[in-house]
Structures are given as C-alpha cells and as structure tokens.
DNA sequence: ACAAAAGTGTTGGAGATACACCCATGA
DNA sequence: TCATGGGTGTATCTCCAACACTTTTGT
C-alpha cells in the first residue's frame, strides 16, 4: 500500500497598524524562470514529530516567534487535494514523491505584528503579509479553502483573550473594537462595546495615553496578567 | 523517511430509550486467551479514500447505517499514542507494522438507536453500547482522550438540530429535554424549555401520543421538513 | 478655528428566569 | 385511589440596543 504523506498548513494571522487583518503567505517559486504562487507556511510532519510541535516548528522558522496562539482547527484529506495541474511543478522541484497523497492538518496562528521580525524565515523563499481581501484566489493546493475553514473558525471562536494575541502589548479601545467589528464582520455600538469589555474585567487602563496622533489622544490598556 | 500511517476513529453516540447516552465500542481480542480490551471502532485510511468517505464506510460496516450525522472534530497525533505496552499484543495480531506511528482523524457520528441493527456489524469482533459514565479509563490506545474531546466537542456544538440525529423520529418532549440536559450538564426548567424550543419552530406535535405508559400520556413530537 | 477621534449615561424593550398546580393514565 | 410524569401562564429581573454631545489634541 502506498504511503499517505502527513503535513501541516499554516494560517497565520496579524493585525497590523492599519488595522487590517493580514495572513502569513509563502512566495513558491514554481520554475527556473522566476514564476511564483503563494501558498500557506507548511511542511511535512518530521516521522517523531508531534503536531502541535511540527506547527510550533514551521512557526518558529518562519517568524523567529515562541509561544504564539497555535490551534489546530481541521484537518483536509480530499485525495485530489494536490492534484491539480497548477502545482504539479512545484512538486516535482521539491517533493521526492510528488504523486504521493498529502493529508494536512491544518492549524491557525495568531502573532503580534510588533513582535514579528521581518525577513527572520528560514525558508529559502519569501514571507509576505496579505490583508485578507486581497488574498489570491489561486493559491497552491487547497490552500484558499484551508484559509477560508482557519477564519470561519477563528470567527466563532472569538472571544475576549483571543485578541489579547494579536493586539500589541499596549492598545487602545478602539483598536480592540476594530479587530471584533472584523472579526465578527460587523459594527460595534462604542458605548455598549466599552461598557462590555471592561465589564468582563480582562483588560486595565494604564497611566500611558497614544501620541502624536492629531485628535484627542486614547489611553492605552492592556491585558490583565 | 519511515512512513506515518493515517487512521480515523469514530465515537458513535446513541441515546437508548432508557434515556442514557451511550458510545459504541469494539471489544477487541487481545491474544489467542480470550482477553479483551474495548476501543471505539476505527481503521486505517484507504489509499484515495477520502476522510469523510473513510468514517462513513467504517460506520457502514458497523451500523449498515448510512447518512448519519457525521464530523469530523480533532486529529491526534502524538508520536506516542500507540506505543503503550498495553496496546502491543493487539497491534502485533492485526497490523503489518505494528511499530510504525498512526495518526488519526477523529469523527463524531450520532445514531438514532431505532434504526440501529443490532449484529449488523461486518467488524469481526462484537459491538457494545456503553453508558457513557461507565465506558472504562482503559481503552485501547488513546481512545480516552479521543472520547473525551469528541464528547465535549458534541456539548459545545449542540443546537437543536442536532438533536433530530439521535432521537426518535417520534419523540417526547420530555426526551428532547433529557438530552439536553444529559450534553449539558444541567437540569432545564421544563416550562420554559417548551416555550423556547416551540419558539424556534424545528419541531411539530404530531397527532400520536405515547402507549402503554403509567401516567398522563405525551404527545409526540417530530422535526419538521 | 477646525477636523478628527476619544470618551461618557440613560432609557425602553426583549428575553430569560423563577415558580405551582391540575390532568390523564395504569396499576 | 394513588403514583407518575404531562402539561400549562404570569410576574420579575437582567441584559442588550439605541442613541448625541463634549473633550482634547494637531494642524
């Protein structure tokens, strides 16, 4: 019986200082003549490897990060999964058995952006942040439907300590509204927001206010412990 | 690279008339002595086999059921979940390559017990339904853990949909709210039980009521459409 | 002085909770 | 006639939604 190869994908998320949502891409070189396509971090689970540390391993290699929210959230096994034409030269280059089935557990990242260190992968190809709309359609494999399963995931998971990993260290309130009205992909009334998130008590105000911003400056809060 | 074998496990629930929840497990033959142990009905993945199409062929085999609410919720991975001594004797019986890693994709399936063919199961050991408080803390391999996660993946998943799947196709209301309780955990108030679950309109009162039972006899109740 | 976001309370309505008695049946 | 679970309505409370103006800063 021939082997079922076994890998993890990646949907690494930020919140960046625009306030946009972003996902973690992989620039694929798919040729010698510099064509790409992107693709989730990922790679193949080490034959000792447990999941959780194989999705900490890609993550580290990728973002120089520890400790980052990291859950798995599905695990895709359609045996077409990587059979379509488009990324049959990407295999050839770099897998030793490209017509091998790969299952992928999938897992989902949150990282802070000003914890984040540009250009500390290791992969031998580029890293780039994409805001979520704008993310190819054609990513490699079935890495749009990966992406798509990791936010609808994310969505209804969210609670409160979910932003606490990717807010910075210190925010204002709006800022932490702004991720929910993305993340939940609606408006927030500000009052009830504020009135409900200091309520649950997971968050405290610090003596620091924003600066150099032309309006009047928010204080910033963190979360607690 | 030595290979990782890929398996799914299922943890099959029923609700009994006697208004338990019970999981649906293997008693599996450990030595040429008639020793047992239980675990919950699994098998190794099939070449192109997709993952769905996997734990709906293993239910098949198990229930000559088909269409049965069925999904997947976590995949265990841990390098080491096959390799307790207790787990040995069994592997080395029935696995090619009993030393070699398994990973398995854990699904969930619910039947209604009336549809259930008792024997129907092609497994050539026995099937048992197990009261959920009574299942052993020693089955085979992880399958505890895998229990344990698939069952606390059912309570936070619950909505009333999800109910139709293990009841009756004619049911009480006082059996709807048992199951309720019994994945919640907690005791409901009947009135406004009935008031909210009428509310939500999924459920019709059928002209039938129950028989042959020592008080006050219920109507009996279906999903509509 | 103007623009831009920060910050702050009250009210009305909907929905959740708490609660107790009579009814129909079989034994 | 008794035991058993079936079936029903109301009053209260809590929580959520709606809503507008003043403040502080940079330009």
């Known amino acids: 019986m021939s082997p079922i190869n076994l890998s993890i994908d990646c949907v690494v998320l930020g919140f960046d200082e625009d306030q946009k949502l972003k996902v973690l891409l992989i620039k694929k070189f798919i040729n010698e003549k510099n064509d790409y396509q992107f693709a989730?971090?990922?790679?193949?689970?080490?034959?000792?490897?447990?999941?959780?540390?194989?999705?900490?391993?890609?993550?580290?290699?990728?973002?120089?990060l520890d400790n980052l929210f990291l859950k798995q959230f599905q695990t895709f096994g359609n045996p077409e999964r990587t059979k379509q034409k488009k990324d049959q030269s990407w295999l050839k280059m770099y897998r030793k058995k490209p017509k091998?089935?790969?299952?992928?557990v999938g897992y989902i990242a949150l990282v802070k952006m000003e914890d984040y260190i540009p250009h500390a992968s290791s992969f031998s190809v580029d890293a780039e942040w994409v805001e979520l709309s704008k993310v190819s359609s054609e990513l490699a494999f079935d890495h749009n439907i990966i992406l798509d399963n990791g936010i609808a995931y994310l969505r209804d998971q969210l609670k409160p300590q979910l932003a606490a990993n990717l807010l910075p260290s210190k925010f204002t309130?709006?800022?932490l509204q702004n991720l929910y009205e993305i993340l939940l992909d609606q408006k927030l009334d500000k009052r009830n927001f504020r009135k409900n998130i200091l309520k649950i008590d997971v968050i405290r105000k610090t003596e620091e206010k924003?600066?150099?911003?032309?309006?009047?400056?928010?204080?910033?809060y963190t979360y607690k412990k």
Not at 54 to 61: H, M, P, Q, V, Y
Not at 100 to 104: A, L, M, N, P, W
Not at 210 to 216: D, E, F, I, N, R
């Open 210 to 220: 924003q600066k150099g911003v032309s309006h009047k400056p928010a204080h910033l």
């Open 100 to 104: 091998e089935r790969v299952v992928t």
């Open 40 to 64: 989730l971090p990922g790679d193949l689970v080490g034959i000792s490897e447990d999941l959780f540390g194989g999705a900490a391993r890609i993550l580290k290699s990728l973002t120089s």
């Open 173 to 175: 309130l709006s800022q």
